[in-house]
């Protein structure tokens, strides 16, 4: 079936340190969203990669596509208590109309 | 900004009973999703809506569920008889682009309790 694994499941860091999450399907995508859910919150979007390789930046966070359109990455350099929340990829497999959700990766943060 | 608004927050029901979530999308929106996220997981598809009829529904979409747009404004999810598995935080959101390219737009969920 259509799925997206995303790992790892939690990552605790200390303030200041970078903090990345992985998605990968095991086949192609159209596009691949970012969200952040903050505790107690709802998703709410970061990006969108559509692009081959596509390197997208928001800040502090830098966001992937790989080459394959089957794998992506965000990536958060020094980490602020801000951060804190769960990081969901969300893939449109090519002929879906829905996203599909990753597992996500709580991220807490020592300050 | 614009936002998505759902009715209840909080919904606690029992077993066996009618619910009814609402929703009301972004107005210049025109394609709809529930979701679901029971506790610490993922956030799981249900449905999605466009041109006033389902476009696609998940195996979890079953008899017991469905979804309309009575008015042209309200989005709303049914669930005709509960089931304790059936508790979980129920998102809606909208998109105005087909397939959801550039994001979709959530609503803050109701959370769902069936006792």
């Known amino acids: 079936g259509q799925q997206v694994m995303q790992i790892p499941q939690y990552q605790h860091v200390q303030e200041g340190e970078d903090f990345t999450t992985y998605c990968n399907s095991s086949?192609?995508?159209?596009?691949i969203q970012w969200y952040k859910q903050r505790p107690g919150g709802h998703p709410v979007f970061l990006i969108q990669?559509?692009?081959?390789?596509e390197v997208k930046k928001q800040k502090r966070l830098t966001f992937q596509f790989g080459e394959a359109k089957k794998n992506s990455s965000l990536h958060i350099t020094a980490t602020q208590t801000t951060d804190v929340g769960t990081y969901f990829c969300?893939?449109?497999?090519?002929?879906?109309?829905?996203?599909?959700f990753g597992q996500g990766t709580r991220l807490t943060i020592n300050p | 900004e614009p936002e998505v608004t759902q009715t209840p927050s909080h919904q606690v029901t029992q077993m066996g009973q009618e619910v009814i979530l609402r929703c009301v999308p972004i107005?210049?929106?025109?394609?709809f999703y529930w979701y679901r996220q029971i506790l610490g997981q993922k956030v799981e598809f249900l449905v999605s809506?466009?041109?006033?009829?389902?476009?696609?529904k998940s195996e979890i979409f079953d008899d017991q569920f469905s979804v309309e747009r009575p008015d042209g404004s309200n989005f709303t999810l049914k669930i005709r008889s509960t089931k304790l598995e059936d508790s979980a935080m129920y998102f809606c959101?909208?998109?105005?682009?087909?397939?959801?390219?550039?994001?979709?737009?959530f609503g803050s969920g109701t959370r769902l309790t069936v006792v």
């Open positions: 959101a909208s998109t105005t682009l087909w397939r959801g390219t550039g994001g979709y737009t």
């Open positions: 086949t192609t995508l159209s596009n």
């Open positions: 969300a893939a449109l497999f090519q002929g879906a109309q829905k996203l599909v």
């Open positions: 990669l559509v692009k081959s390789g």
């Open positions: 809506f466009y041109n006033n009829e389902i476009s696609e």
């Open positions: 107005s210049n929106h025109l394609y």
